[in-house]
């Protein structure tokens, strides 16, 4: 069955410039996560949803990054002025409920900004 | 509060036998166990969602101990194909709560022919 995928696979981008992420949960999925990992590093949370609700954003570094979900499907992270710092791996999971379930995670945006 | 992995990093010869280790200063609720391979998505392994209970498929296993501040992860026998970081994950909060993880810093394994 498919799984979660997401794209762009790789960014590169110009510093200052805004960047959509996009990711598309696995089919029936109602909880959807964000998580960051840059190079060498663990996995960052970034910010989760519960259908289209986003009960915790604690982990978003900043207000240049926000996100959305809607139809209770597709997510789409937003960096705004992006910064090097930014550069990182952006991964997506989703599970079947936001109870503690098995997460399946994406293969990744790479994102490069120069 | 991350969870602490031990070691950083193994080497072994296919064939070997490794542990990696999870722990926290506090009770942990669950633990999930992912494996990420260079490039690529990290990939479920197991959940361990009770003290003292264990776990196994193939050759890979783990255990959380009955204090639930500590788990473990075996690999016997190891193959090539295990090679990878591992990550052990640990919700901030029990019961009905949403199941945001909080993963160690990983474990990067690496086996030999």
């Known amino acids: 069955g498919a799984g979660v995928s997401q794209s762009p696979s790789n960014k590169v981008t110009e510093k200052g410039k805004d960047v959509e992420l996009r990711c598309d949960p696995i089919?029936?999925?109602?909880?959807l996560y964000w998580y960051r990992q840059s190079l060498g590093q663990g996995l960052e949370f970034l910010i989760y949803?519960?259908?289209?609700?986003?009960?915790?954003k604690s982990g978003l570094p900043s207000d240049r990054f926000s996100a959305e979900r809607t139809g209770g499907s597709v997510s789409t992270l937003t960096i705004q002025r992006t910064q090097q710092e930014d550069s990182a791996v952006y991964l997506c999971?989703?599970?079947?409920?936001?109870?503690?379930?098995?997460?399946?995670f994406g293969p990744g945006t790479r994102l490069l900004v120069l | 509060q991350q969870p602490v992995q031990s070691p950083q990093a193994v080497i072994l010869r296919e064939g070997e036998d490794a542990v990696i280790n999870c722990s926290s200063s506090?009770?942990?609720?669950?633990v999930h166990w992912y494996r990420q391979k260079h490039g690529e998505a990290p990939i479920f392994l197991m959940i361990?969602?009770?003290?003292?209970e264990q776990k196994g498929h193939d050759k890979i296993s783990a255990s959380f101990n009955e204090k639930k501040q500590q788990s473990s992860l075996y690999l016997t026998a190891s193959q090539l194909s295990y090679s990878g970081t591992y990550f052990c994950?640990?919700?901030?909060?029990?019961?009905?709560?949403?199941?945001?993880?909080?993963f160690g810093q990983g474990t990067i394994l690496t086996v030999h022919p």
């Open positions: 999971a989703s599970s079947l409920q936001g109870s503690g379930g098995t997460q399946y």
């Open positions: 089919s029936g999925h109602t909880a």
């Open positions: 949803f519960q259908g289209n609700s986003a009960p915790d």
């Open positions: 506090k009770a942990l609720y669950s």
């Open positions: 361990l969602l009770k003290g003292g």
């Open positions: 994950g640990t919700p901030e909060t029990g019961g009905t709560s949403y199941g945001k993880l909080t």
